[in-house]
């Protein structure tokens, strides 16, 4: 039975005591300096101005020049998300509040409640290009029916790893009885798993957003009866051993504490060192344990270890049956602006339960 759970949300911003009122007519880069200087925004015209007013704090912030180094993109990025984020929007009646602005179904949805509040407009972009997303729904190549990503949660937008996760289950002899999906995000891989033939899937992530949507699209998709899911952090909440243990992690190092929806990008330094230690108490003895990974950390200098590596030379929890890789396909204009981008690939770990040698 599925307990009601509380997602996360943009919580409403309190208003300082004098805020800017920001119309198009406004000196946007008086603005933008007060934005720099820790002050709140307002826009009080129409939707368009808080766009235009975020495209020239966006300039003035990363400047028009070359890209810098990958740790320099991020300081910058860290300067934009906090300037941006004290330029406010009003909502009113689960409607942004000012004219020319989109309708976002999840202003009902997740402030039920709420009448009147504020909440930054990039909040409001993330909220506006989620729905786009809930709306429309993403057709993975490797499921027959679209899913419908809730609100806050990871989804793939680059498929490599769910092919090279489809050929190997394609090839998988062993029992179906049972598998693990830990971190399962938007639950892609546990539908793959039920298309697959396994029987029950015990799903779980640390994120209750991701939670929801997976009991909304295993309804969908007719395999309500296949998946378990629970909030919870790695194994926590289990109990039962499985035949398959799947896990796609974050696949970078976190620097510093990750929360939302980084913890779907950035790992935490001990992440692989508890998953290791649990995966063994939860495998059953001839299960096989997957992990999909990339050469994302290395390729962007941001990984000196490859995680996978670190477990195997230094543990015997685990030893390796295979590693298959393939190369990621050229991604979408974003992606590209990385320039390593053409060296990536993705891989797929098979491990088994290590064996004393006789
Ligand atoms: C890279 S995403 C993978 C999502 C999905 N399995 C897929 O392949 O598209 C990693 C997921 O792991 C979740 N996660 C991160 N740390 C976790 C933890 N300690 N316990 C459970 N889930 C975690 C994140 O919230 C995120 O949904």
Known sequence: METQIQPHRPEPVVLDDEPQLVTKKTDFSEVATQLQASYQAVINDEYPTGIRLLNHLKKRIFGTGKRGSYKGYRNLRSDYHEASNRLLIPVEDHKIAVPKAPEIGWLEKLYPEENRFYLTLP??????SSW???????QFPVLDQPVYPFYGTYFPTRFDHLILFDKWLTKYQGSKASAYDI???????SFQLCKHGFDQVFASDINPNAVISIQENARYLGVGNCISVQVCDLFEKWEQKADLIVFNPPWLPAGEEASGLDQAIYYPADLFERFFDQAKEYLSDNGKLVVLFSNLGQTTGTQSHHP????????????KIRVIKRKVKGGSKKTKRRNNRHQEYVELWELEKWQKST
Do not use: P, T
């Open 183 to 189: 971190g399962a995000g938007c639950g892609v891989l």
């Open 132 to 138: 786009q997303w809930y709306q429309k729904g993403i």
């Open 308 to 319: 996978m590596d670190e477990e195997l030379e230094a543990h015997q929890r685990f030893q």
């Open 123 to 128: 909040q409001i972009q993330g909220l506006n």
